[in-house]
Every structure is written in C-alpha cells, then in structure tokens.
C-alpha cells in the first residue's frame, strides 16, 4: 500500500498534456494500485495520473458509496467518441480541497479506452454520477480543470478564494444555508 501525495492547484503538472501509456507492466500496475490506495484515502471517485505528478494518460474511477462493496474501474488512453444530452451538478477535485460548484457536462459519453493489459474497450454511459467523474478526469489528462467551466464564474472564485485559491476577501453578509447536498450525486474527483 502506498499513498502518494496529491498535487493540489496551482502545481504546474495539472496543466500539462499526457503522454499515451504504451507499455502494459508490472510498473503500470504498481501506479494503478498506488493511485487507488491514494483516491481512497482521500475519499475521492476520481483520480488522474497528473494529479498524483505522473503526466500519464491513466484514469481512475469507483463511484460506490460509502456502505457498498467497491467498483474500482481503470481507463488507460481514454477518447470520447461521442457525447449527448447536458447535465448540471456539484462538482469538486481532490487538487482543490473544499471547493464545490455547478458544472455543465455533457450526459451521455461513449469512452473507448484500454483496460490494464492494454485490451481495447469501449462503455457506454448513460448520465449520472459515472458519466460526470469520467469526463472531469479526461479534463486533467488534458491538462484542463473544472475551473475553467464553471456554471457561473463568481460562485467558483468564491469558492477558490474561501479555500485559498485565488487571492482575495470574502464579506458574508448573511448566514450560509448548507446546501442539500445528496452524496451520491457528488463528484469529488
Ligand atoms: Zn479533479
């Protein structure tokens, strides 16, 4: 078991493009392993190879709640082929602890990817908590991060200045109402 550490914005790698997996080891599995020791300590459904420094395009995903027998899912080389529908949700990454808001993805995907011996596969998904996880991390392979599509900018730059990453003062005038948040429904990737 090894947990790495999870590189948090604005570290440069999350920026960065990554390179194609070529080469299905014993090394590669070691860094899946660790990326699933290090997503499940922090709680997350998603986590991509940058986000632990590895410029890499590796994926992983396991979107079972708290008290069902795990899912873990791995996409090596992962494509969107086609896409339909848009949905809104709660969004959060582990790169940008505490920061929650609404993004737009698209509903339905169809991924075609490797499998961890390189086999290739394809999934079809149909909206949901999966579907929305899979996107945002195919974003950080691509070196692209929520943040760069926000429902509405000011609710985010609130958001990253509360949690300390953007520079600036909040003022609360009024007491915050805690959101309904259903936990199924919450991306944290
Ligand atoms: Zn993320």
Redesign the pocket.
Known sequence: MASLEIRQYPDEILRQPTKKITKFDTSLRKLVQDMFDTMYQAD?V???AP?IGVSKQILIIDTAGENEAKRPMVFINPRILNSSGEMIGL??????PGVFFEVKRAENIIVKFQNINGKDQKIDVKGGLLSRAIQ??I??LEGA??IDKPISKLSADLELTKHGFLDGDIIECEPQTPLAINANELV??
């Open positions: 997350g998603g986590l991509a986000q969004e959060g990454c582990l790169s940008f945002h991390e974003d950080h991060l929520f944290n990737a």
